[in-house]
C-alpha cells in the first residue's frame, strides 16, 4: 500500500528527489569502496533532508547515506514522520537500503515509500514494510512494557 495521499501533503516528486540524491550522491566520502551513496529523505510535513555515505578505515564505523539524512533530521529537532526516501548510488542497480538502514527508515516512518535507484533503468519503488516485513519498531516494544 502506497502513501499516495501523504505524499501529495508533504509536496514532493518522485524524479525531483531522484535527481537530488544523485547530486548529493557527489559528495559522498568513500575512498575504500568507491561506492557513493546519495539519499533524501522527506517528512510528512515536508522537510527534506540529505545524507551521504562517509566511510571510514575501519568498515564497520561507516555511516550510511540513509542514516546520514536520518540523524540530520534528528538533529533539526523534525520528529514528523518520514513519507519517503530516495536513494541512489554508483552503478545501474536500484540501491536499496541496507538492513540496517530499513530499520532505521522504518522507525522514523513505518509507512514510507522508497525509491530506490541507480544511474539507469527505472527506480524500485517500494514501501519500506515491503522491504522489512514484520519489521521491530515503537508498538513492539510497548507491548513489552506494562
Do not use: K, W
Not at 531522484?18 to 568513500?30: D, G, N, P, T
Not at 534528528?74 to 518520514?82: F, H, L
Amino acid at each position: 500500500m502506497r502513501s499516495e495521499g501523504r505524499a501529495a501533503d508533504a509536496g514532493y516528486d518522485e524524479a525531483e528527489l531522484l535527481r537530488r540524491a544523485r547530486e548529493v550522491r557527489e559528495r559522498a566520502y568513500a575512498p575504500y569502496s568507491g561506492f557513493r551513496v546519495g539519499a533524501v529523505v522527506v517528512t510528512e510535513d515536508g522537510h527534506r533532508f540529505e545524507g551521504v555515505n562517509v566511510e571510514n578505515a575501519s568498515y564497520r564505523m561507516t555511516t550510511c547515506a540513509e542514516q546520514s539524512a536520518i540523524a540530520t533530521m534528528a538533529t533539526a529537532g523534525v520528529r514528523s514522520p518520514i513519507v519517503a526516501v530516495a536513494v541512489v548510488g554508483d552503478g545501474d542497480d536500484p540501491c536499496t537500503p541496507c538492513g540496517a538502514c530499513r530499520q532505521t527508515v522504518f522507525e522514523f516512518g513505518p509507512d514510507a515509500v522508497v525509491y530506490a535507484s541507480g544511474d539507469a533503468g527505472r527506480p524500485l519503488i517500494a514501501t519500506i514494510t515491503e522491504l522489512l516485513p514484520h519489521g521491530f519498531g515503537p508498538r513492539r516494544l510497548a507491548q513489552g512494557q506494562g
